[in-house]
Every structure is written in C-alpha cells, then in structure tokens.
C-alpha cells in the first residue's frame, strides 16, 4: 500500500453523506420489513419482538449487500483508501512492540514499517480531524525518527509492502 494524498474536505464530505444515505436506507428498508413481518408474523396480542428484530437484521442485510454493489466506484476512491490505511495501521499496530523491539536489533524492515505506520497514523488523524492524537502521534514519530538516526538505520515509509506484514505472522 502507498500512502496517497487526499483532499481532507473532499473525504469528510463524502464520509458523511455515505453515512448518511446508509442511515437511510437502513431506516427504510429495517422499519419497512418490520412492520412488514408484523403485519404477516406478528402477534395482535403478544410481544413482537423476534418479528421486529428480524425486520431490522433483515434490512442491515440489504443495506450492507447494496452498498457492497456500489462501494467499488470512483466516487468512493477516498473512503476506500482510508478505510485500508486505517486497516493497515492498526494491523501494524497489534504487533508494533514486537516490531520495536526488532528496530532495537537494528533491523530496516522494522524500520520501514514503523515508519509506515507513523505516517499512516497521522494521515488518518488528520483526515478524521483529531488533533490531539495526531499531535501525540507527532510526538512518538519525532522520538522514532531520532531512534532510527541513533541505530543508523534507515526509515523510508515509501519502502513499505503489505508482505512485509507476513514477517509477524
């Protein structure tokens, strides 16, 4: 994966109308069935609950299928990348004691990857608009970068692969 630039207004706006439609959808078509399934299912007397329940699952269901179909468009080009660099951050991020301590053994993969994951970090805080992760997350970069001049190892982010992962595994 490649970190990419992308307009942080452009990705908010499409963020929230993408949830939005979603909402909706959801809110249609889960009210839709239940009171569908009540109306076939139901009980006059009794509790609807599981009729109910099954309406709404049934409709997350649909709405997740629908947007399925739709997700691989240009328009949600955006989303999708910070949808797999937060999926790629935090795959880093489960194993990043072990990868720190390979760093302490001077090794560039290790290097390469946290560098990776600091920038990929940063870029996700600041497209989500949390400045004070971004400036915490800032912070452990700055300490990271002088760590890999002390090992004089190099920490080029733009090296990173996704196979570089599998050295965890």
Known sequence: MELQEIDKTVYKQKQRKVALVLC??????????????????????????WVNLSGVLLGALITIGVFSRFVTRPYYDELRYGWNLKRQALKIQN????????????????AVVLAFYYKATLQVQSLEGNDFGYNDTKERENKFL??????????????YSIDMLLMMK
């Open 24 to 49: 909706l959808i959801f809110a249609v078509i889960g009210l839709g069935l239940s009171a569908v399934f009540r109306h076939y299912f139901g009980n006059e007397d009794g509790s609807n609950t």
């Open 95 to 110: 194993h990043r004691h072990r990868w720190e301590k390979l760093l302490e053994e001077k090794n560039e993969t290790a």
């Open 146 to 159: 002088l760590q890999c001049q002390g090992l004089e190892v190099g920490a080029d982010p733009s090296r």
